[in-house]
């Protein structure tokens, strides 16, 4: 093997590894955080420990297995928190939709098999493995909810049918039987697949929902009933909200 195919392949064995976020200056988390990630993915976001002064997308490169860039990947656009601490950037939307000029001339960002690495100023930050892509939205329907005990402050753990945005955290809520959003704490873990919540107050016996906006996405964009790669002329609904209902017994 080559010295330089030996390089990247120890990067890679490191990354693979850890599969999380290396030793890049002040990045504190990469999402999505998963190994794989759909070959439309769409969203990628980037937590800093404290607000980033400068432009950073140009610091950002996506790389395949081989040390190769991946031509133009992403959308010229820095998308940030109200904080400046948390970088949201876009997959070029024209190469992940089907049917666009930018994808007929440049061809998809991903390819399912492909292993690519983010990097800032060349310092690995993830390795995701290349899987299929994604079509249709998150499925409510086939979450599971785990039961949670009257008077303690136990985490309803909702195990989600795939992955969603990391930043859609809180697109999740539980409201009580008055239909009043219920105080707490949420988190997404498991590579964004797993929805935590953590009550404020002790859990009080009785019927509860955990509803989810119609605007909850998967890192490929598709919505809650929704596709991202509906056709211009043929528009979806607007959001409609899910909700499923849950017993909290004594």
Same mark, same amino acid.
């Given at each position: 093997?080559?010295p330089?195919?030996l390089?990247?392949?120890?990067?890679f064995?490191?990354?693979s590894?850890?599969?999380?976020?290396?030793?890049a200056?002040?990045?504190?988390?990469?999402q999505? +955080? *998963?190994?794989?990630?759909?070959?439309?993915?769409?969203?990628i976001s980037? $937590?800093?420990?404290a607000p980033?002064?400068?432009?950073?997308?140009?610091?950002?490169?996506? $790389?395949h297995?081989?040390? +190769?860039?991946v031509?133009?990947?992403f959308?010229p656009?820095e998308?940030?928190?109200?904080?400046g601490?948390?970088?949201?950037?876009?997959?070029?939307p024209?190469?992940?939709?089907t049917?666009?000029?930018?994808?007929?001339?440049?061809?998809?960002?991903?390819?399912?098999?492909?292993d690519?690495?983010?990097?800032?100023d060349g310092?690995?930050?993830? $390795?995701?493995?290349?899987?299929? *892509?994604?079509?249709?939205?998150p499925?409510? +329907?086939?979450?599971?909810?785990?039961?949670?005990a009257?008077?303690?402050?136990?985490?309803?753990?909702?195990?989600?049918d795939?992955?969603?945005?990391?930043r859609d955290?809180?697109?999740?809520?539980?409201?009580?039987?008055?239909?009043?959003?219920v *105080?707490? +704490?949420a988190r997404?873990k498991?590579?964004?697949r797993?929805?935590?919540?953590t009550?404020?107050?002790?859990?009080r016996?009785?019927?509860?929902?955990?509803?989810?906006?119609g605007t909850?996405?998967?890192?490929?964009?598709?919505?809650?009933g929704?596709?991202?790669?509906?056709?211009?002329?043929?528009?979806?609904?607007?959001?409609?909200?899910?909700?499923?209902t849950f017993?909290?017994? $004594?």
């Amino acid at each position: 093997m080559r010295p330089g195919r030996l390089i990247v392949a120890a990067l890679f064995a490191v990354l693979s590894a850890t599969a999380a976020v290396q030793a890049a200056p002040g990045v504190v988390q990469v999402q999505p +955080s *998963a190994a794989e990630v759909p070959a439309n993915l769409l969203r990628i976001s980037i $937590r800093f420990a404290a607000p980033v002064e400068g432009a950073v997308l140009p610091r950002l490169a996506l $790389r395949h297995a081989d040390g +190769s860039p991946v031509q133009q990947p992403f959308l010229p656009q820095e998308l940030w928190s109200p904080d400046g601490k948390i970088l949201t950037i876009l997959m070029h939307p024209g190469r992940v939709k089907t049917g666009l000029l930018a994808r007929e001339e440049m061809g998809p960002i991903l390819a399912a098999g492909d292993d690519v690495v983010l990097t800032l100023d060349g310092h690995p930050l993830q $390795r995701w493995n290349v899987g299929p *892509a994604r079509e249709d939205g998150p499925v409510p +329907s086939a979450w599971r909810l785990s039961p949670v005990a009257a008077g303690s402050k136990q985490a309803l753990v909702v195990r989600l049918d795939g992955a969603i945005d990391g930043r859609d955290a809180g697109y999740l809520a539980v409201a009580d039987h008055r239909h009043r959003r219920v *105080a707490g +704490s949420a988190r997404l873990k498991d590579g964004e697949r797993v929805w935590t919540f953590t009550p404020q107050a002790p859990w009080r016996a009785g019927e509860y929902t955990l509803v989810a906006r119609g605007t909850l996405e998967d890192p490929a964009g598709n919505r809650v009933g929704g596709h991202f790669e509906t056709a211009v002329d043929q528009p979806g609904g607007p959001p409609v909200d899910a909700a499923i209902t849950f017993m909290v017994d $004594r």
